[in-house]
Structures are given as C-alpha cells and as structure tokens.
C-alpha cells in the first residue's frame, strides 16, 4: 500500500445528477483536506472537482427498466473495474452518490472487505422498494440524508443518519432574479415566456418534446405575442432537437429559440415552464418558476413503477411539499392539449401561479441550508477518523 492511496476515498456516481451533486461534496474535500486522492465513477463535473475518474456512464443514463437493459454489460464492466480497484487500492472510505441498483451492490463488496461506506443522496425508500432499507442497515456506515423526512426513516431502521441538505441549494444561484435572467435571454420584461425544459437523456426528449412543441403551438395560436425558448442540456445532441423542431414547423408550430448552458436562466426568466420530472423540477422549484412537470417512460416500466412505488406523487417538488403543488402529467396524458391547457391556466390566472410560488417557498425551507458539500464532506472525514 503506497502512502497516496493511505490517503485515498472512492467514489462512484452513475448518472448526470449524482456527478453535479458528487462534484460540489469533491471540491469541499480538497478543500478541507488537500492531500486527499480521489478516485472512482463520475463524470465531467467530478473530474473538473479532482477526481480521477476510473469510468464514466453519466453521458448514457437510461429512463426505465426497459430503456436500461442496454446499459447492463457496460454498467456490469463498471463494476468489475470499481470492486478489483476496491481491493487493491483499499481506500479509507467509499462515498456512494445515488444510483441504488449499482450502488448497494458496490456497498456490499466494499464491508466485505471492511471498508466504510458512507451514502450521499441514498435510495428514495420513502417513495418505493421500502425493503431495501435492510440492505442499507447491513452495508451502510452512514447516510448523508438530503431530504428532513429521510432522517426518521434511517434512524428508525438503525441506520446512522445525519442530514445535511440537499446539494442543489449550493448550486442553484440564489441571486438569479427573473430581470436578470431574461437580460441574459435577451427577453423582453412585457414579453410572456414559455420555456420548455424536455429532460436530459435521448429518450425524454423523444417522448416530451414533441408534445411540448404541440403545446407551444396551441398556446402560441391562443396569444400570437408569446415567444417560447428551449433549454438545451449538455448531454442532448442538438440534432436530435433540430428533427423535431422541423416537424413541428411543418405542422405551423412557433419558433423557438433553443440555448445551450442557459437552464437556470430559462426557469428564471419564464412565466410558465413545461418540464420533465427529475431533478431539474427541483431546480425550478428553487428559482420560483411556476410549472408543469410531465413524464413518459415505456409500458413495462410503468407497470414496474405502480408495483413498487409507495409515493402519490412522481415530482420532487410535491413530494417535498407533501401536496400536489404543481400538475404532474404522465403517460398517455402527456399531449399537447392538457399540457397548452394546465400552461394557460398559470398564465392567465395568477391566482394559480402565486399558490405555486408560495409552495416553492415551503420546499426550499425544508430543504436545509447552503453549504451542504462542505456539510457532507465533512461528515465522510467524521468517518475515516480524519476530522
């Protein structure tokens, strides 16, 4: 054992959000303790953080049980490299960021050969597969909880808890207003905006897009003075969009303006957002941006879904809240007319988008406080006996 790797802290996270998230926790412990090596599974934000990314699936995520069976020999290849890694390098401590099915298999083979393991960002038990909570119990030093309600959960199960908030509070900029952010549009303050925010894998964007752009149609025909705009995520190839765009401009649909690297301003700047779940609801949530979430996966996930899922609601927003804040759309529901019809109603009425406001409050209360990465990599430190 080399005296680097004495100093040395795995990790691994598997999708675009547990690299965000991952990233913030990566940068605080360097900064806490510079002679940290990190090594593990990431993507581009870890490795830009200083992590020495060993393998990286967060470009490939899937949306389902169906859409991730072609995931499994490459995700399986992960694995190998991170468990034979594990052992030779037998690092202090190994940090599990999200991704559930991969992660508590790499959990058990880290106590197996005694290393601590410490989960930020843990399996959302409290909204399906509840028995995993024995899993966790088994293979998990501590968890880093992100959600308030996560803490009773664990403690209850004997699971060593500790909450730190969520890691979007130390990303989202707190000082984005909605003027600034159409500055940096180049949106009028009189205009109406509808931003469309279709997910950030391939799949989302086929299933979501074109009933947005359905949806833009029919709210542009209701009032020919609104103007529309497209957050572009890093990981959606601009072609992919540009197929869609042309279909629904043969079909008469409006123009809209697609920006890259611009998300939180499009949530910012619009009076009503046409969103995909995930953690990008959460996101707008913070930056106050009235929406409606929406959500469509294959028929075999949706069937996996209502069989496991313990939660009424799919949105992190509502599931904070504990009430249907925002309209969840899903499935065969997910058209152009529902979606043009729950976006009127925030744009018309500011009744309706006031009561969601006023919601995003509530949930940005129960989330924590700021400084949650130095919160979190503090506690891995706690862990190693290095802090």
């Keep these: 054992m080399t005296a680097a790797d004495e100093r040395l802290i795995m990790l691994s996270a598997g999708e675009a959000s547990g690299d965000l998230h991952g990233a913030t926790m990566c940068r605080a412990l360097r900064a806490l303790d510079p002679g940290l090596r990190l090594i593990g599974m990431g993507g581009p934000r870890m490795a830009a953080a200083g992590v020495e990314i060993l393998v990286d699936p967060t470009a490939h995520a899937a949306m389902g049980t169906s859409e991730a069976i072609g995931r499994v020999p490459g995700l399986y290849r992960a694995y190998k490299l991170l468990v034979r890694r594990l052992r030779e390098a037998r690092p202090m401590a190994m940090v599990l960021i999200d991704f559930p099915e991969f992660n508590l298999r790499l959990a058990k083979q880290a106590r197996r050969a005694g290393i601590p393991v410490v989960y930020f960002i843990p399996p959302q038990l409290w909204a399906w597969r509840r028995g995993r909570i024995r899993q966790m119990a088994k293979r998990v030093t501590r968890v880093l909880a992100a959600f308030p309600f996560e803490e009773s959960l664990y403690e209850e199960a004997g699971v060593p808890v500790e909450f730190v908030g969520h890691p979007l509070l130390d990303v989202v900029p707190s000082d984005l207003d909605r003027a600034k952010a159409r500055e940096r ?94 953690t990008a609801t959460l996101e707008a949530a913070l930056l106050g941006a009235p929406m409606v979430v929406c ?88 862990v190693v006996g290095a802090a």
């Design 185 to 278: 549009l180049g949106v009028g303050e009189r205009q109406t905006l509808v931003g469309l925010l279709p997910g950030s894998r391939r799949q989302e964007v086929d299933r979501l897009l074109p009933p947005m752009l359905d949806a833009a149609a029919r709210l542009s025909r209701a009032d020919g003075r609104r103007c529309f705009v497209l957050g572009l995520a890093a990981s959606v190839d601009r072609g992919l969009v540009t197929v869609h765009f042309r279909r629904a401009s043969e079909a008469g649909g409006p123009p809209v303006e697609v920006v890259e690297g611009l998300t939180h301003e499009v949530m910012a700047a619009s009076d009503a957002l046409l969103i995909a779940s995930g």
């Design 295 to 382: 959500y469509r996966v294959s028929r075999l996930t949706e069937v996996v879904a209502r069989l496991l899922t313990r939660s009424v609601w799919i949105s992190l927003p509502n599931i904070v809240a504990g009430r249907g804040a925002v309209p969840e759309i899903l499935q065969d529901k997910v058209t152009g007319a529902r979606l043009a019809s729950e976006a009127e109603r925030l744009l018309i009425d500011s009744v309706a988008a006031t009561a969601q406001r006023a919601a995003f409050k509530e949930v940005r209360s129960r989330l924590g406080q700021p400084g949650v990465g130095a919160r979190a990599a503090r506690a891995v430190l706690k």
